[in-house]
């Protein structure tokens, strides 16, 4: 079976819902043992009990990746029960505006969780990935990383510094086996994007919704599912000539758009 995850074992941040939950999935699905690292325990709770009930197997932790030593308690925990196979960086929040409107508050809130998380989690997991001689790196980053978009500032400088730490540690880590690639998604359909249009355009939605699945060139916004399976190759060892390197999924919005 190609894309075979059998005794390898998975740790997903914010894999609780939207993408990450997807992921969590399709990399259970495929026989990793998968531990999700979430903010939300009860998501991460639900999404390991769908994967219980699929056959997988699948762990939940309460963890704040803006907090090293939490971090590192848990990762380290799983360690000495597992050798850590693979880290998708996936768990990132949100923000719209341009630098005159985003605040420093808003800038620290980006900073904490979309870079300093992703390196919170490296930082843990590279000693145990070096010692074995082998891992794989996953950071989701985005179209954002990079390309102009409208009113995302903060964002796309957080998502900027994860496509970016993804080349240094592919470069640093050559030597001990480790790969490390990151994905860079364009408008993919979660729960996130419907509160979102419920929130700013009520009594608008499906126009919305319309809007912004037209924004994307092949004229309909990505599935989770499609982003994990683009993880779920690079995780494997199919994928095993591949590091260094972003792989746009977006629709093609970085090349084809008019706009």
């Known amino acids: 079976m190609k894309f075979n995850l059998q005794g390898k074992a998975a740790i997903i941040t914010g894999g609780g819902s939207g993408i990450g939950r997807a992921i969590s999935n399709t990399l259970a699905e495929q026989g990793a043992t998968v531990h999700i690292l979430e903010l939300n325990l009860d998501n991460a709770q ?34 000495k029960e597992h050798s850590i196979d693979i ?55 985005s179209i954002a990383s990079s390309v102009g978009i409208n009113d995302r ?16 540690v592919a470069k640093d880590y050559l030597d001990y086996g480790i790969r490390c690639n ?17 929130n700013n355009y009520p009594g608008r939605e499906d ?14 916004m990505g599935k989770p599912e499609e982003v994990a399976n683009l993880a779920l190759y690079l995780c494997s060892d199919e994928a095993s000539f591949i ?14 758009n008019s706009n």
């Open 153 to 168: 500032f903060a964002y796309s400088m957080s998502k900027g510094a994860a496509l970016t730490m993804m080349y240094s």
């Open 46 to 79: 639900e999404t390991a009990e769908e994967i219980k009930s699929n056959g997988g197997v699948a762990v939940a932790y309460k963890c704040d990746i803006v907090q090293q030593s939490d971090v590192k308690e848990i990762i380290d925990s799983i360690a």
């Open 182 to 198: 990151s994905i860079s998604p364009a408008r993919i359909h979660t729960p996130f994007v419907d509160g979102f249009i419920k």
């Open 207 to 220: 126009e919305m919704f319309k809007k912004l699945s037209a924004s994307q060139p092949i004229g309909r």
């Open 243 to 256: 590091t260094g390197t972003d792989f746009p999924i977006d629709g093609g919005f970085m090349k084809l």
């Open 87 to 141: 880290l998708v960086n996936n768990a990132g929040i949100a923000h719209i505006g341009n630098v005159e409107n985003t605040t420093e508050a808003d800038m620290d809130k980006i900073y904490n969780v979309n870079i300093k998380g992703v390196y919170n989690c490296i930082y843990a997991v590279i000693s145990h990935m070096k010692e074995n001689k082998k891992g794989v790196i996953l950071n989701m980053a």
